[in-house]
């Protein structure tokens, strides 16, 4: 295993520390800014500009599990891994246009209130625990776990001691700043982030001889964005049909990535930051496939979930293994700090306030959304090493098999809610409770008792179908309960104030469909 430890010099551990300063410098002054005008640490009151929205999404989306699974799949299958970012074009668009305009008219902090609104105090309950869960198992658990893996690939160190780590320093920079302190150093640590990957495919590509020696030396096939349905990594009906299941649930409705938005100043200040986040995906090609593919051309022999980390300590001078380290450490404050301040959020807005004690002051509210987020990264450290212990698996595959599994009951309902004023509140909560069950059940199955790789049993389809057939039941059997039901009372969210959409969302969102489907075109 190649460690960076080994070639980590003063110089690297300088840049480090000076990092780290800063990193506590800009949270202490959002924080004490916040306590100045007596904010809570939630939706930053309302005060994000669309580049603090767009970062910080981006941040949250891309984690320390994008630096290892884009390479990863750059390294075995070349460029096909980037049909989720840029399909996920479509379901920002469908943030910007049709539920951000919703949730802003609404004024709600979190999706769980926005539902409790449409169908009333049982959905918002049942909803409140399942975000709480969804974000404790996907967003920190996942997080925790593929940065405990970095660093284990960085310092040799076990899982456990790594989760630690990470977790403490990025629970410590939550519980002073909160939102504002998160989306204000985001912005700063994504840039980072750009930097040093482009430094990384630049000197891959000098190291190959230019990018028409990569492509001759590489597969054709790494250069397909839509493979064949025999594909066994990236089959098209799986991408078409199944991954939209997960992107609605993701973009549209986690609160992880919708909280940004309920911050924004203003509805287009929250369109125009899901537009940057549209353009920020598009990067995700050269910033971390690219270094995977060139991994390939330079170190065939190396493992393929180390990709990124071969390239970082075979090719990278003193100094810039400094910079590598701060952007681990960027990616992870970025994931963990979003999650954990939507953990609190959600639990303390929806739980404590709504069913515990609803004239609690702001005071106290911070007070309980601290003490969730200690309980957050107690709860995250096991449930990462827990995921430590999943055999024959690859981290996509754990990645995206547990989004897929989370992701069915909260798609079916939430685009019925916007979509059909059919829908009933007995259908909804059948669908989040039941319907929920069935899902994660299906998933425990799939993971952990009759894994894929090994079962002698039966053939699992790939995960995104599975995610598919999943929502396809939920939203049949939702339809028909609806159906068989009373015609529901017109909602408590009047239509009429939804704001319009600016001609100027609507011609950047045009541009950047138009550059996607150059994308398509050329590869």
Known sequence: MNKIYDKITGIDLAIVAVYLIALLVIGYLASFSARKKNETLFLAN??????????NMWGTNVGPSSL????????????????????????????????APRYIASKVATMPEYMGKLFGDSTQN????????KILVSWLSLGLFSGGVLVRQILGIP??????????FSGLFTFA???????????????????????????????????SELMAKTPAGYWELIKPASDPDFPWPAVLLGYPVAAVAFFCTDQAMVQSVLGAKNLQQGQLGVNLIGWLKVLALPLFILPGILCFVLFPTAQPDEAYMTMVTQLLPTGVIGLVICVLIAVLVATIGSSLNALSTVFTNDIYVKKMNPEASVKKQIQVGRIVVVAGCVIAVLMAIALDNVKGQSLFYIFQSILGFLAPSLSVVFLLAVFWKRLTRLAVNFTLSWGSVFSLTVGLIYLWILPKDGNPYFTWPHPFMISFYIFAILFVL????????????????????????SNKVKWLFGLLGVVILIIYFIF
């Open 177 to 211: 700043g909160g939102l504002k302190a998160i989306a204000r150093v985001n912005v700063f640590q994504m840039l980072l982030l750009i930097t040093v990957s482009i430094i990384i495919s630049v000197v891959g590509l000098q190291h190959v001889g230019g990018f």
């Open 159 to 168: 899982m456990w001691q790594s989760a630690i780590v990470l977790v403490a």
């Open 478 to 501: 939702a339809i028909i309960i609806s159906l068989l039901g009373k015609v529901p009372e017109p909602k408590t969210i009047d239509a009429e104030a939804i704001p319009p959409t």
């Open 126 to 133: 049942i909803l409140a625990w399942y975000a709480l869960v």
């Open 68 to 99: 290892l699974t884009f390479a990863m799949i750059g390294f075995t299958t070349g460029i096909t891994g980037a049909n989720v970012e840029l399909y996920a074009f479509l379901f920002l668009l469908l943030l910007t246009m049709v539920f």
């Open 46 to 55: 309302k005060s994000l500009n669309w580049y603090n929205i767009g970062f």
